[in-house]
């Protein structure tokens, strides 16, 4: 079904047309921004850039004025249109490469300096006023000047240098600026023309809302001439709904708000358990981002996979606890429409940290009612939530708060506090909208990590115990998000910006008494002096003496995301193309220090840091025949890491990489409801700054190998989607990826850990089961090997804490004898190698939880919910590393040390809807 545009429209949608094309141009012209900012510092993309193009390339960008002038040059070259707008910037650069050279051989010139003051002040004269003279005058101001700016930084050309590098460098950036320019005045028109046409046609576009269509149609009339037509873009967001003709793989999926509510949940990440073959689990306080395990991979608290809210990077970069820091726990469920989530590194859009695949949570931005809930439960659980949309304006306003207080079974109870709230204001026409998101949550915590195993048996402690009861932490994050969409007559445009602040203040002590002792701190640590082993102590211990330590962590992420997508046919194949752009920028203040009792006694690091990344890409799609589906992307990723401050300034440092991925997918189907597909191309992930330039070992003064930037990921897969059975859909992946050896930086130690080439390889097998409207079974079975490619003398080649076998299946019901709703679920999580030889495993862990709830009436419902219903034992997770108690030997213990999961405990909410 298409809607065809009533005539008072039409002069705007020549306008969105002709805006459209530029929105191309715009992410184009992002796309050579980037590329040449990052790819001659790119030694695999450029065979020789020499320290002179270096220092030509960054002499412009260290200058107010040439800045200045330069972005003034663009924005009037962009007013000027026509040929003027590379016209201008062209001249420009070549005027300029000449008085580079006369300056360079030192022919002197009167009145430089004034001429370049001049150009500073009348270009942009010129441009507020929107001055316009005729073409050759214009070319020739722009050269006048041009020369005279070329003089000036030629003469600052050192006589060592190579006058043909440098001047090459200087041009690459005059041209970036002049880009920056021309971007600028783009994305200034583009805003105001759809601004003027929100207001001049909101009351007739806003009409169009309620038979909005749901694909792609061409309308032709009698006379063969296209009208205009706007298209809805098609989403699918429950499990329920089929993405047979849709999907570009096999572990491509979605989750709504339908698979969420009737599941018991403990915390928000569990929210991520929707994917099949996913675990989050916790070995901290309920505060702390949680740990996550996904094909093979001890993911740590979101390493190689990428978790958005939004389109907005939930991932840290070069987070004082570890790279790519994933905590969720600002997410509030009640409010997702749809959790899409695609595995792999076959998909142009993704980059840093989606080696194993990634998760984009998506909110309502309308609630049919409001919602007031509360929950109590075991061991002091309490949670309120109020949720709710209203109109305002011409748009509508969605809110939510919450707070949540848990102390859970713990001897010393986490205290675990939350505050947590949304605001989003949205406006939807008939073919774009716009919507502002603002988020804040804070919350502190008291945490008991993993305890020694030895520990427990020898009766030291109790399960619930905590070694160190000093640990815990806080934490902060306040996000502000704008996005603009439009719907054309044959593309898609998105737009979107963001920044992040979040705080994090933590402190752990996982090794106890291994470095801080008796030995080495006399002082502090007399009271362990005569204490023998496996016996109980003072816990007042740990206020003058361990091993404690803290990561505190306080950043502002900032960034862009821009697409569009094209529907056009290439000869008789009907075709989708598209091309984006992402930047973002990460400045970081983070730390590792000693500690006591939170208290710091020490830094061993100190660090402010500075990452930067620019990654355009490009995808096409083409629907060959109607079992032929193809689909070829390319992706470049450039970085800039800079240490500019650092506790101990060898570890001072910038450092450049960039990487081009391809991608190639490939659909054949569907025949007999079935369809199969073969995925497969590059990726990468990046570490940390820190590691990338590090020299010395903070710890130990010893000189160390810095970290390869970025390290390459290869990957394929190869899987069927069916239906074949009425309510049944079952998927079926094959997949392997391999990584290449890299190093990474341990926030834990403050330095680099080398870690080997490895290989991947595993088979998922997922099923969503609807037999009625009212009934629902899913049964999710992951099973995956996990080694390194080379061999290490005296060392084994498995993957310590690589996850072999993941097994989730459960049932939801709703709506049965009058109201009930809910449903069991259970979780397997299976034994898995700790170290490299295989000889130390972990635990398998088993939950199973469930939901039971009843609908009063449309406006109040009960529900209540119990967790580890079987009240097992298991490990949350494991590790085995060493560790110290007091009076064992300074060597340390090697120890398995695990979190146990909370036992038997109960929860009951009631919801209120108004």
């Not at 907005?312 to 820091?325: A, E, F, I, K, M």
């Not at 945490?447 to 020898?458: N, P």
């Not at 069916?722 to 050896?741: E, H, M, N, P, Y």
Request: aromatic share 12%; glycine share 10%; charged share 20%.
């Amino acid at each position: 079904m298409a809607i065809i545009f009533s005539s008072s429209l039409k002069q705007m949608l020549q306008v969105t047309r002709k805006f459209e094309k530029r929105s191309i141009m715009i992410l184009a012209l992002g796309s050579l921004m980037s590329l040449s900012f990052f790819l001659p510092q790119n030694p695999a993309m450029m065979l020789v850039i020499d320290s002179d193009w270096h220092e030509g390339f960054h002499h412009p960008l260290e200058g107010w004025d040439h800045i200045l002038t330069m972005i003034a040059v663009g924005i009037w070259a962009a007013q000027s249109r026509g040929q003027a707008v590379w016209v201008l910037p062209l001249v420009f650069a070549s005027v300029m490469s000449l008085g580079g050279v006369i300056g360079a051989v030192d022919i002197a010139l009167p009145y430089t300096e004034n001429i370049i003051l001049l150009s500073v002040l009348l270009l942009n004269v010129f441009v507020i006023r929107k001055i316009q003279f005729s073409a050759p005058f214009n070319i020739l101001i722009i050269a006048l000047f041009a020369f005279f700016h070329g003089y000036a930084h030629g003469q600052e050309i050192s006589a060592s240098a190579s006058l043909i590098s440098y001047t090459a460098g200087f041009v690459w950036a005059t041209l970036l600026l002049h880009g920056t320019g021309i971007l600028i005045a783009r994305l200034a028109v583009l805003a105001l023309a759809f601004s003027v046409g929100n207001n001049v046609h909101a009351q007739e576009t806003a009409k169009l809302n309620n038979a909005a269509p749901e694909a792609m149609t061409e309308i032709k009339p009698e006379t063969g001439k296209a009208k205009w037509v706007v298209f809805n873009e098609m989403r699918v967001t429950e499990r329920a709904n089929s993405l047979i003709g849709i999907a570009d793989s096999a572990s491509q999926g979605n989750v709504g708000q339908a698979q969420i509510k009737f599941r018991p949940i403990t915390r928000p990440a569990e929210v991520l358990e929707t994917i099949p073959g996913m675990i989050a689990t916790q070995h901290s306080g309920e505060g702390k981002a949680n740990q996550f395990f996904l094909r093979g991979f001890n993911l740590d608290h979101g390493t190689d996979f990428l978790t958005q809210i939004e389109g907005v990077p939930v991932n840290q970069l070069s987070h004082s606890h570890g790279q790519g820091w994933t905590d969720t726990n600002f997410l509030i469920p009640e409010l997702i429409e749809t959790l899409e989530y695609k595995k792999g590194i076959h998909y142009a859009e993704n980059g840093d940290f989606s080696s194993t695949g990634s998760a984009n949570i998506r909110y309502f931005k309308k609630l049919p009612e409001t919602m007031v809930r509360f929950t109590g439960g075991s061991f002091d659980y309490y949670r309120g939530l109020i949720a709710g949309s209203r109109a305002l304006g011409t748009g509508n306003l969605l809110y939510a708060g919450e707070i949540v207080h848990n102390n859970g079974p713990w001897t010393v109870g986490n205290d675990y506090l939350k505050f947590n709230g949304l605001l989003r204001y949205s406006q939807e026409y008939g073919n774009h909208g716009w919507s502002v998101t603002a988020m804040a949550t804070k919350s502190d915590w008291k945490a008991t990590d993993q305890i020694a195993r030895r520990a427990l048996r020898q009766g030291v402690i109790g399960r619930y115990d905590a070694l160190d009861p000093t640990d815990g932490g806080s934490s902060q994050r306040y996000s502000l998000t704008g996005e603009w969409h439009h719907r054309g007559e044959n593309s898609i445009t998105k737009l979107m910006v963001y920044g992040v602040n979040s705080k994090l203040g933590l402190f752990s002590n996982f090794t106890y008494f291994l470095d801080d002792n008796e030995n080495t701190s006399p002082v502090g640590c007399a009271g362990l002096t005569g204490l023998d082993s496996g016996r109980q102590f003072n816990p007042a211990l740990f206020n003058t003496c361990g091993d404690q330590f803290g990561q505190p962590d306080n950043r502002w992420t900032t960034g862009f995301k821009g697409s569009h997508t094209i529907f056009h046919t290439i000869g008789s194949v009907d075709s989708e193309t598209t091309v984006g752009l992402q930047v973002r920028n990460d400045n970081i203040h983070n730390a590792l220090t000693k500690t006591h009792a939170q208290r710091k006694i020490g830094i061993t690091r100190q660090d402010t840091i500075w990452v930067t990344s620019i990654s355009p890409y490009a995808e096409n799609k083409l629907t060959w025949t109607d079992w032929l589906r193809t689909s070829l992307g390319v992706r470049f990723d450039g970085f800039r890491f800079d240490v500019n401050h650092s506790n101990l300034r060898q570890n001072m440092g910038e450092r450049y990489d960039g990487l081009v991925s391809p991608k190639f997918g490939m659909v054949l189907g569907p025949w007999a409801d079935t369809e199969f597909y073969l995925n497969g191309g590059l990726g990468f992930h990046s570490n940390d700054a820190r590691g990338i330039n590090t020299r010395i070992d903070p710890l130990s003064g010893d000189r160390v190998q810095r970290a390869d930037p970025l390290v390459r990921t290869y990957g394929a897969e190869v899987g069927a989607r069916t239906v074949r059975i009425k309510g049944l859909q079952s998927t079926l992946a094959l997949w392997w990826l391999d990584i290449d050896s890299e190093l990474l930086f341990v926030g834990d130690a403050g330095t680099t850990e080398a870690s080997r080439p490895s290989r991947r390889y595993g088979l998922e097998f997922a099923n969503y089961y609807s037999p009625t409207d009212w009934l629902t079974f899913d049964a999710d079975v992951s099973f995956s090997h996990a080694r390194f490619r080379n061999k290490v003398p005296d060392e084994g080649n498995y993957v310590p804490n690589s996850v072999e076998a993941v097994i989730a299946t459960g049932a939801t019901f709703h709506h049965v004898f009058g109201g009930f709703f809910g449903g069991p679920r259970l979780r397997f999580l299976g034994p898995r190698p700790l170290i490299e030889d295989n000889s130390k495993r972990s635990d398998s862990t088993i939950l199973l939880s469930a939901m039971l709830g009843y609908e009063v009436n449309k406006k109040l419902s009960l529900q209540a919910e119990v967790f580890n219903m079987l009240d097992r034992n298991d490990p949350a997770i494991t590790y085995f590393y060493t560790s110290r108690l007091p009076g064992e030997s300074t060597d340390g213990v090697r120890d398995f040390h695990f979190h146990p999961v909370e036992p038997v405990s109960f929860r009951l909410s009631f919801t209120w809807k108004i």
